[in-house]
């Protein structure tokens, strides 16, 4: 998704084949974060309390991209692309300190 990173808000609505794969892809990444932290989070909850906002925030947007609740305004899924992506090299490192502990 780092392709992303950079991209304007119009240029990123201008391609329809490449803000579609984006959009997959940010549901992959979320529900991959939402399934490991339902796993691990209860006996390392604090490892995920920073993170816990975050996940909260790209939990909406994965809904909003499963259930089509985008209606042409996809400013919440750019907007985190561009501010938020280093999101899940932090999700990334937190989870590799759980498997370390285990």
Same mark, same amino acid.
């Given at each position: 998704?780092?392709?992303y990173?950079?991209? %304007?808000?119009k240029?990123?609505l201008?391609?329809?084949?490449?803000?579609?794969?984006?959009?997959?892809?940010? &549901?992959?990444?979320?529900?991959?974060?939402?399934?490991?932290?339902?796993?691990?989070?209860?006996? @390392?909850?604090?490892? +995920?309390?920073?993170?816990?906002?975050?996940?909260?925030?790209?939990?909406?947007?994965? %809904?909003?991209?499963? +259930?089509?609740?985008?209606d042409?305004?996809?400013?919440?899924?750019?907007? +985190?692309? &561009?501010?938020?992506?280093?999101y +899940?090299?932090d999700? @990334?490192q %937190?989870?590799?300190?759980?498997?370390?502990?285990?």
């Amino acid at each position: 998704m780092e392709k992303y990173v950079g991209l %304007t808000y119009k240029k990123f609505l201008a391609d329809y084949k490449e803000r579609e794969l984006a959009l997959r892809h940010m &549901q992959v990444a979320i529900s991959c974060c939402l399934d490991i932290a339902s796993r691990i989070a209860k006996k @390392y909850r604090h490892m +995920f309390e920073d993170l816990a906002d975050k996940l909260e925030e790209a939990k909406e947007i994965r %809904t909003h991209i499963i +259930f089509y609740y985008l209606d042409e305004d996809y400013s919440d899924v750019h907007k +985190f692309i &561009q501010k938020d992506l280093g999101y +899940f090299d932090d999700y @990334y490192q %937190t989870v590799n300190e759980y498997l370390e502990e285990e």
